[in-house]
């Protein structure tokens, strides 16, 4: 049986513990609130975005851009990982993991996050980049990523580019999802929204959208011009905006899992604090009988 | 009928409201949009975007980006939307030269990519040192 004293140890070491969780659960409950406002904040550029690319597909030949160009050779395909730096955020990177494993086998891998990027380091895959980002994520880290996506693409190394990430449905639910990237999906522009996640589908706006149908847009300086700093616009804001949502993901993953510990630890300070409480007590009463046992043999 | 004019960067909404015209940086040129102006993609350069609500003559400094001009809206994506009163001088200055100098060191090799953001970077600048200097008076 435990005595005293271990007892009163191990209540003082978990006592600890819940202080240090609960501490990180406040410091992920801000980063988190600033991370989903940020995610939401972009919902409106998306969406202009958008906008602004379905009324332009309607005008402009499709095929005519290399970014939008659909190759069948069955190449490879790269995969940028979202992960985080920091562990201790709930299962949210082994879930990102099993999904890379599960769904794509043998792609290479540009990381963002260093906890992936050990693990499939580890597991010998080919990584061909990495990269570091801060937080909160300002929108210019985005544009290097993008770049070199892009540029690996243009060079035909690669013959599909997706994005593994952390997409953040609500605090308590972040699902691991997988994104293609490059050729820009043009059929689907329309259908949803420029980034995945956030809730809602696109709702494109009706008085303005068969407006747009019955006019011919003007480009200036033209139509390829527009086309050709549009899209790798467009492709920058989506990683921003993924990077953006992997983050909210990551705080909301870790203030749960912080929270849970907090309560955990909370629950086992009671538990130890009533064993604790039945010891002394057991105690006090085997004394009081030796002290009461000794008056009666003096009598 | 009016014209609705709206600005967003990825950060956030910076504007969003009825106006009587605007007058936009496009890349060929400014650009003046009325109600009723023909439907139009453009894109736009660094420089000053100015609008006209309630009679009173507003200037925002604005990056690269593209406006979208419909009969009845103006759509301004951009990565940057400041007003008068938001922009340190000091500050762009500083970063102007940052830039200056990162692009005097870049001319031996030849990252078109890194020239071109670093020209667009000092082009944001001037387009903000330009908006803050006029308007001193």
Do not use: W
């Not at chain 1, 011919?216 to 990683?239: A, C, K, R, W």
């Not at chain 2, 969003?16 to 650009?31: F, H, I, K, M, T």
């Not at chain 2, 200037?59 to 690269?64: D, S």
């Not at chain 2, 994506?77 to 100098?101: C, F, N, P, W, Y």
Request: proline share 3%; with cysteine.
């Amino acid at each position: 049986m435990a005595n005293l004293r271990d007892i009163r140890r191990r209540i003082k070491s978990v006592k600890n513990t819940a202080q240090i969780t609960r501490a990180m659960q406040l410091v992920a409950a801000a980063k988190m609130k600033k991370a989903q406002d940020q995610a939401l904040a972009g919902r409106d550029y998306a969406d202009l975005l958008n906008q602004v690319l379905v009324n332009l597909k309607e005008n402009v030949d499709e095929e005519a851009h290399p970014l939008l160009e659909k190759r069948d050779g069955g190449g490879k395909e790269l995969v940028l990982v979202i992960s985080t730096d920091k562990g201790l955020c709930g299962p949210l990177n082994t879930n990102l993991a099993k999904k890379i494993r599960a769904d794509l086998p043998d792609a290479d891998l540009v990381t963002v996050g260093r906890k992936l990027r050990i693990q499939f380091g580890k597991a010998g895959r080919n990584m061909v980049a990495d990269f570091e980002v801060k937080d909160p994520v300002p929108f210019g880290e985005a544009r290097p990523i993008a770049k070199l996506l892009t540029q690996l693409f243009l060079e035909k190394k690669y013959d599909k580019v997706s994005v593994a990430f952390s997409n953040f449905v609500s605090t308590l639910n972040q699902e691991p999802t997988v994104v293609q990237l490059l050729p820009i999906a043009a059929d689907k522009l329309g259908e949803k929204r420029s980034y995945e996640g956030m809730g809602n589908e696109v709702k494109v706006d009706e008085t303005n959208h068969t407006a747009a149908l019955s006019k011919d847009y003007l480009f200036e300086p033209s139509g390829q011009d527009v086309l050709d700093t549009l899209l790798p616009l467009y492709v920058n804001f989506q990683v921003y905006q993924m990077l953006v949502e992997s983050r909210a993901s990551e705080h909301s993953a870790r203030m749960v899992a912080m929270k849970g510990a907090t309560d955990n630890a909370n629950k086992f300070i009671k538990e130890l604090t009533l064993e604790y409480n039945k010891l002394r007590q057991a105690a006090i009463t085997a004394e009081l009988l030796e002290i009461t046992t000794a008056m009666k043999a003096m009598e | 009928m009016s014209l609705h004019l709206e600005i967003v960067t990825p950060e956030k909404k910076v504007f969003s409201s009825d106006v009587a015209n605007v007058y936009l940086p496009g890349a060929d040129g400014e650009l003046g949009v009325l109600e009723l102006h023909a439907a139009l993609v453009t894109a736009i350069k660094p420089g000053e975007l100015r609008y006209e609500k309630d009679g009173k003559v507003e200037n925002l400094a604005v990056g690269t980006g593209f406006a979208e001009v419909t009969p009845n809206r103006v759509n301004v994506l951009t990565d940057m939307a400041l007003g008068e009163e938001q922009i340190d001088e000091s500050k762009v200055e500083e970063a102007m030269k940052r830039a200056e100098e990162q692009l005097k060191g870049l001319a031996h090799d030849h990252d078109a990519e890194e020239v071109a953001h670093l020209q667009a970077m000092i082009a944001k600048s001037v387009a903000q040192l330009n908006l803050k200097r006029r308007h001193r008076g």
